[in-house]
């Protein structure tokens, strides 16, 4: 039985924040590992367009030249250049429960920003469902230790930003172009953007470039790259072309719950609090989609929303 529209871009979304969860686990090891926060966002957004590219010339799509992608493609020195070259800076003096609760804000900003730039009445039902999504989230990440200095801080908040402003900015610019050449114009010009940062932070000394190691810290590097940009942003793309922003935006909480899952697949034990909030943010999730898929008679509360 084929899979609808509206369900395989649900599927798509969820499947996006299964692939953040993971990749931000495969990030932070990488990290711990010694490679530098910048060298290794150069060396992911690479992995991930090698990645995208092959998909392309295996799947045939064409890449069509029009004033929309080339914007389309600016807004990837956005996201993930930009955000997550603040992103993973800002991870080096913070604790990732502290990086993973201010990204926890990101559906609030979607939603406001939804909102404000693509004029969408969010239903109630959508902002009880991300309410109830962050207390969960709250109750899977919170360590009384969760900490970190104000500058990483910062610039965890601005890349949550940015990633904000990506997300209802290429909602509003989609239209029939392919989302895989979507994310593959955007990734060459975030990985061009961070080239061109790495190489200004080494030459004026602001920051160092420590390659990996060995060869098993390369592939962990690629692996956790194409995991976190390349499929990620594939699948995030794919299903936003189908639902509201603010709709795309309360799926966002689940990002903590697969992280968590893949914590705990390396070893990683939770707590009965941890469990109930990832069960919250899971119903809640799961209500979101429901409201979107089986919307009632009348008006909605969302605009309709057209487009694979």
């Given at each position: 039985?084929?899979?609808?529209?509206?369900?395989?871009?649900?599927?798509?979304?969820?499947?996006?924040?299964?692939?953040?969860?993971?990749?931000?686990?495969?990030?932070?090891?990488?990290?711990?590992?010694?490679?530098?926060?910048?060298?290794?966002?150069?060396?992911?957004?690479?992995?991930?367009?090698?990645?995208?590219?092959?998909?392309?010339?295996?799947?045939?799509?064409?890449?069509?030249?029009?004033?929309a992608m080339v914007t389309l493609a600016l807004l990837g020195v956005l996201n993930p250049g930009l955000a997550y070259a603040l992103g993973l800076l800002g991870?080096?003096?913070?604790?990732?429960?502290?990086?993973?609760?201010?990204?926890?804000?990101?559906?609030?900003?979607?939603?406001?920003?939804?909102?404000?730039?693509?004029?969408?009445?969010?239903?109630?039902?959508?902002?009880?469902?991300?309410?109830?999504?962050?207390?969960?989230?709250?109750?899977?990440?919170?360590?009384?230790?969760?900490?970190?200095?104000?500058?990483?801080?910062?610039?965890?908040?601005?890349?949550?930003?940015?990633?904000?402003?990506?997300?209802?900015?290429?909602?509003?610019?989609?239209?029939?172009?392919?989302?895989?050449?979507?994310?593959?114009?955007?990734?060459?010009?975030?990985?061009?953007?961070?080239?061109?940062?790495?190489?200004?932070?080494?030459?004026?000394?602001?920051?160092?470039?420590?390659?990996?190691?060995?060869?098993?810290?390369?592939?962990?590097?690629?692996?956790?790259?194409?995991?976190?940009?390349?499929?990620?942003?594939?699948?995030?793309?794919?299903?936003?072309?189908?639902?509201?922003?603010?709709?795309?935006?309360?799926?966002?909480?689940?990002?903590?719950?697969?992280?968590?899952?893949?914590?705990?697949?390396?070893?990683?034990?939770?707590?009965?609090?941890?469990?109930?909030?990832?069960?919250?943010?899971?119903?809640?999730?799961?209500?979101?989609?429901?409201?979107?898929?089986?919307?009632?008679?009348?008006?909605?509360?969302?605009?309709?929303?057209?487009?694979?």
């Open positions: 039985m084929p899979v609808s529209p509206s369900y395989r871009h649900v599927l798509l979304l969820v499947a996006a924040t299964a692939c953040w969860g993971c990749g931000t686990v495969l990030s932070k090891h990488v990290l711990d590992r010694g490679v530098a926060p910048l060298t290794l966002l150069a060396v992911e957004l690479a992995a991930s367009a090698l990645l995208l590219l092959l998909a392309m010339l295996l799947l045939r799509v064409r890449l069509n030249s029009s004033p991870l080096v003096s913070i604790t990732a429960s502290m990086s993973v609760l201010l990204w926890a804000t990101e559906p609030i900003l979607i939603m406001l920003l939804a909102v404000l730039v693509l004029r969408e009445r969010i239903a109630l039902a959508t902002t009880a469902a991300v309410a109830t999504a962050l207390v969960g989230v709250l109750l899977v990440i919170y360590r009384p230790r969760a900490s970190g200095d104000v500058m990483g801080v910062a610039l965890t908040v601005a890349a949550v930003s940015a990633c904000a402003f990506y997300a209802v900015l290429t909602r509003r610019l989609l239209l029939d172009d392919s989302s895989l050449a979507v994310v593959l114009v955007q990734q060459v010009a975030a990985l061009c953007f961070a080239i061109v940062v790495a190489g200004i932070a080494s030459v004026i000394g602001a920051a160092d470039l420590d390659l990996p190691d060995d060869v098993a810290t390369w592939a962990l590097a690629a692996a956790s790259g194409m995991v976190y940009y390349g499929f990620a942003f594939w699948f995030f793309v794919g299903g936003l072309r189908g639902v509201p922003a603010s709709v795309a935006g309360s799926f966002l909480p689940l990002i903590p719950v697969f992280g968590l899952a893949a914590g705990h697949l390396l070893g990683d034990r939770l707590i009965e609090r941890q469990w109930v909030g990832a069960v919250l943010v899971i119903v809640a999730a799961g209500a979101a989609a429901i409201r979107h898929l089986s919307p009632p008679s009348g008006d909605t509360g969302e605009p309709s929303v057209s487009g694979t």
